[in-house]
């Protein structure tokens, strides 16, 4: 049985009339909770206020392998919203609005309690550390979890990162997702004099931080991951692209299991590329795919 925490925000992207679940957290855990089998528990941390939505989301989650037991329902922050609109190029934009209630996530008795506990994998992100609340109650955790795998998804946002709060994420974790976007970002704040090159830059970070599976997703191109002194990369496969969002969660969600799995590297590797094409493959970060048909090419 594996044991399983994540944590990060949970939130409606709202597009016209239609408000859609998910946030890279959220997304990730529902991916990750699929692949497990019914012995595994994973806990979600998130806030959510106490309104429709926050009533909606639990219903959604009611019918998910996920244990709500550490979601907390704060009366005085709405469920957190992105608003999703075309700016004046004519290009989707949107707005992560401020002060919800996953900005608010309290350090209580029962993260606490929960932190007695061994996990085998904790998961969160840069984005769900924007504002002071959440972060000082992620900061608790760092100093307080056991637990053997700590994965980040670096999830950068708008402008919601600092140099700081990076590089105590980078120190704390053994498992790095991040996207070349993200490289480019921390190239520019750690490593500005270096080579744009992901080999050389992964490396850096491998040596500096001590992290010892960095992920790197390269879009249309494939992904890579740096792991025991070594750069291997794998190209993407042409499949027929849907809908790219939840792509990365879905990665990283797949690349947590195969690593508790314990595959092999270029396995891990694979099976996370696998499931990120099914993914794009369908609609929605929530969406569901064929696990069954990705599982059993790797035995699993």
Known sequence: MNNILSFGELLYDVYDNVSVIGGAPFNYSIQLSRL???DDRLRF?????DDDY?????????NENIDKSLIQILDNYETGKATVFLNEKKVPDYIIHENAAWDNIEYNKDIENALNENYDLFYFNILSQRNDKSYTTLKKIFKNIKSKYKVCDVTFRKNYYTKEKIKESLEFVNILKINDDELAVIKGLFYPSLENDNKTLLKAINKDFNIDYIFLTLGSKGAS????????FKPSNKVNVIDTVGAGDSFCAALSYAILRNLDIKNVLEFASDVSEEMIQVKGGTAKYDIK????????
């Open 45 to 49: 941390i998130t806030a959510l206020g």
């Open 225 to 232: 991951v740096f792991y025991n002194n070594e750069y291997i």
């Open 54 to 62: 926050s009533k909606d989301a639990l219903s959604f989650i009611n």
């Open 36 to 38: 497990m089998g019914h």
């Open 293 to 300: 048909k990705v599982k059993s090419k790797f035995n699993l």
